[in-house]
């Protein structure tokens, strides 16, 4: 008998969660694919894998942007999680968003100089567009911002020094 209950309890809690929410874009590269992100700047990109995990890794200065169908939603709820290996000073991975087109971006996670032990997933979380006008698409942007070997460093290095692995990608509607 507690089974039961433990499971309609576990069952309602899924129905109303969904009432509250409606998934608007996943990407967790399982596919073993990254098409639709339109690649800017100077690095690589490729998607790799740790065990049976496939992230998406940039490096330097690469961007990758997505666009994605907000349908007019008034609120969106975005997740993504980054990791990082041999940052400096200055170097960060950077998970972002925009719903005016690019003009403005607002930082949904940033992993720096200290936090890029290689593995270590860190989760970011943001709100966006709470009393604006309903969106009908967002950008989606994932950056390395280092240095790498691309001229002007502060010291010599190999090329795609700096790593950022970006994964577990969710944004959600919210009500």
């Known amino acids: 008998m507690v089974y039961i209950r433990r499971f309609w309890c576990f069952a309602w809690l899924l129905c109303a969660?969904?009432?509250?929410?409606?998934?608007?874009?996943?990407?967790?590269?399982?596919?073993g694919d990254a098409e639709g992100w339109r690649m800017e700047g100077r690095g690589d990109y490729m998607l790799?894998?740790?065990?049976?995990?496939?992230?998406?890794?940039?490096?330097n200065r690469k961007a990758a942007?997505?666009?994605v169908t907000a349908h007019?939603?008034?609120?969106?709820?975005?997740?993504?999680?980054?990791a990082a290996d041999q940052l400096e000073p200055g170097d960060r991975c950077v998970g972002e968003v925009s719903l005016d087109g690019g003009k403005r971006w607002e930082s949904v996670i940033s992993v720096e100089d200290g936090m890029d032990d290689g593995?270590?997933?860190h989760q970011g979380h943001l709100v966006v567009g709470a009393g604006e006008a309903p969106a009908s698409s967002m950008l989606l942007r994932l950056r390395a911002e280092g240095e790498g070997n691309l001229g002007g460093e502060r010291r010599p290095r190999r090329p795609d020094f700096d790593f950022c692995w970006f994964d577990n990608i969710r944004i959600e509607g919210l009500n």
């Open 48 to 59: 790799t894998h740790y065990g049976t995990n496939y992230s998406f890794r940039l490096t």
């Open 17 to 31: 969660g969904s009432a509250w929410s409606s998934v608007v874009f996943v990407e967790d590269f399982q596919d």
């Open 119 to 121: 593995v270590t997933m």
């Open 65 to 67: 942007v997505y666009e």
């Open 72 to 82: 007019g939603l008034s609120r969106l709820g975005i997740g993504i999680e980054v």
